[in-house]
Every structure is written in C-alpha cells, then in structure tokens.
C-alpha cells in the first residue's frame, strides 16, 4: 500500500516537473549536443581532433588567461563595492531598503549595449571624466581609460555589480539580529560580532553571488568587445571572430565546449565550497 502511494506521488512529481525537462532539454541540452558534434568536424566535414588541439595554442592560451583574469578582477572588486551596500540595505528598515533596492534594481531597465556606449562616452579621451580631470588639474593629459583592460573591467563591474548585490542581500536579510545581540551580550563589540558572527553566516551568500558574477563575466562579450576595442581578447570575442570573420564553426564550437565546462567545473567547485561554509556556519 505505501509503496503503491509512493510510485503514484512520484508520477505525480514527475508529471509536474516534465514541461521543465522538455524545456531544459530544449534550450540546454540539444543546443550543447550539436555544438559538441559541430566541434568534431573541419570545415571540409571530414572528423578531427584538430579543433580542441588548437586551444593549445599561444593566441588561444593568452585569450583564455585574460579571460580568467578579467573574470577574477571584475569579481573581487565586485565584492569589495557590493558588499558594504548589501550590509547596508540589511541594516535598514523594510521600507527603507525597498527604496535603495529600487537603485540596484535599476539598471536592469537599461539595455547593456546602451550602458556600454554610456560609458564609452564618459572614458573616452575628450569624455566627461577626462576633461574633469584636465579642468581640475589632477592630470596634464587625458588618461587611456577605454579600448584596454581599465575599460573593460569598469564596464563590466557596472554592469555585474547587482547580480553580487542581490543573492548577497538575501543570505544577509536572513541572518538573525538576535544573534548579534547574543554576542553583544557576551561582551563582544559591534566589529568583533561583525567579523566572528555576521561575517560567517554571509559567506554562503557571498560564495553563490560571487560564483553567479565569475560565470557570467566568463562569457561576457558586449562589453569587452566595446570598451576593449579589440585589445582585450577573451573567448567569447575569439567565439565571435571564428564565426564572423573565419566562417569556422568547429573551432567556434570547441571554445564554447571547453568554456563551458570550465564553468560547470567552477560551479562544482562553488558548490562545494558553498556546502561547506554553510556546514560551518551551521555549526557556530
């Protein structure tokens, strides 16, 4: 009898969750399919190895670093900015934080192509932030600040910032306050609660922002394509180029093969370190 309740409970689960799969299966797994059969194959049709061979090569290799590289600083310094305003909105009243959410939320109403070209209005030579400098006198002559890494990096952290606010946000709107009372109470002060209580709890939440900002920045490609000026080669404008400009879509098919899973690993890696942190700040 239960075991008849649980084979009819998980058809039930199973019809439930079916439009999801055929979706899934739709989107992600049939798309990923064909580009790992297209990265198989030359140009001329014939079957080789030599489109994943290549990503060995200096060009390739240098693309991928940058890419890792761009990642990790666009990352780090969204933390270091995002996560004094996520404390900030979980210190403040409901209604408070609901209006300063409406900041984050914000730029989301505009489209990415438009923020970039904004920004390649403000950086560039003869651009609002360099005639400020030049009028106040703290440089003599404009500064570089588009078509290289600087660019590309202040783009991308505009641009990433409220996908490591938000997630971040919601780990610390669930934090209880009695816990910091708790230790208030046991003599600690405000920065030794903040660093031995608040800190550990928020990790989780900094952990799976972090990881969701990392992947996007991974296959970011407006941005550095503009701001970049070609000058900061990262895979996903190699992906552009082999398609665009070579018409060769095997090799275009193997960098996103190999992109993704890089980035399944990272999130295997995230996920573990995700469980882990919540297993200690579970423990405290």
Same mark, same amino acid.
């Given at each position: 009898?239960l075991k008849?309740?649980?084979?009819?409970?998980?058809? !039930?689960?199973?019809?439930?969750?079916?439009?999801?799969?055929?979706l899934?299966?739709?989107?992600? #797994?049939?798309?990923?399919?064909?580009?790992?059969?297209?990265?198989?194959?030359? $140009? $001329?049709?014939?079957l080789?190895? /030599?489109?994943?061979?290549?990503?060995l090569?200096?060009?390739?290799?240098?693309?991928?670093?940058?890419?890792?590289?761009?990642?990790?600083?666009?990352? $780090?310094?969204c933390?270091?900015? @995002?996560?004094?305003?996520?404390?900030?909105?979980?210190? #403040?009243? $409901?209604?408070?934080? /609901?209006?300063?959410?409406?900041?984050? !939320?914000?730029?989301f109403w505009?489209?990415?192509?438009?923020?970039?070209y +904004?920004?390649?209005?403000?950086?560039?030579?003869?651009?609002v932030?360099?005639?400020w400098?030049?009028?106040v006198?703290?440089?003599?002559?404009?500064?570089?600040?588009?078509?290289?890494?600087? @660019?590309? !990096?202040?783009?991308?952290?505009?641009?990433?910032l409220?996908?490591?606010? #938000?997630?971040?946000?919601a780990?610390?709107?669930? !934090?209880?306050?009695? #816990?910091?009372?708790?230790?208030?109470?046991?003599?600690?002060?405000?920065? /030794?609660? &903040?660093? /031995?209580? &608040?800190?550990?709890?928020?990790?989780?939440?900094?952990?799976?922002? @972090?990881?969701?900002?990392?992947?996007?920045?991974?296959?970011?490609?407006?941005?550095?394509?503009?701001?970049? @000026?070609?000058r900061?080669?990262?895979?996903?404008?190699?992906?552009?180029?082999?398609v665009?400009?070579?018409?060769?879509?095997?090799?275009a098919? +193997?960098?996103s093969?190999?992109?993704l899973?890089?980035?399944?690993?990272?999130?295997?890696?995230?996920?573990r370190?995700?469980?882990?942190?919540?297993?200690?700040?579970?423990?405290?």
């Amino acid at each position: 009898m239960l075991k008849s309740a649980r084979r009819r409970e998980g058809r !039930i689960f199973g019809g439930l969750a079916l439009p999801a799969l055929v979706l899934v299966t739709c989107i992600l #797994l049939i798309p990923f399919a064909w580009l790992a059969w297209l990265s198989l194959f030359d $140009a $001329a049709g014939n079957l080789t190895s /030599q489109n994943y061979a290549r990503l060995l090569r200096p060009a390739y290799v240098s693309s991928f670093l940058t890419t890792f590289k761009v990642a990790g600083l666009v990352t $780090a310094l969204c933390v270091v900015f @995002g996560y004094p305003v996520a404390y900030l909105l979980s210190q #403040l009243s $409901a209604r408070a934080a /609901q209006i300063l959410l409406v900041f984050v !939320i914000l730029p989301f109403w505009t489209s990415v192509l438009v923020r970039t070209y +904004a920004w390649l209005v403000l950086l560039q030579r003869n651009g609002v932030i360099n005639d400020w400098l030049l009028s106040v006198g703290v440089v003599d002559e404009p500064l570089a600040l588009v078509h290289n890494l600087t @660019g590309t !990096i202040i783009g991308m952290v505009h641009v990433m910032l409220p996908f490591l606010i #938000l997630p971040l946000y919601a780990s610390m709107k669930a !934090i209880d306050p009695v #816990l910091l009372r708790a230790a208030a109470n046991c003599g600690a002060s405000p920065s /030794q609660a &903040f660093r /031995q209580v &608040f800190l550990p709890l928020s990790m989780p939440g900094l952990a799976s922002g @972090g990881a969701l900002t990392f992947v996007l920045c991974l296959g970011f490609y407006l941005t550095p394509a503009l701001l970049g @000026g070609g000058r900061v080669a990262m895979w996903s404008t190699q992906i552009a180029d082999a398609v665009s400009k070579f018409s060769n879509w095997g090799a275009a098919s +193997a960098l996103s093969v190999a992109l993704l899973v890089v980035t399944a690993v990272v999130l295997w890696g995230v996920r573990r370190l995700t469980d882990a942190l919540s297993f200690s700040a579970g423990k405290m």
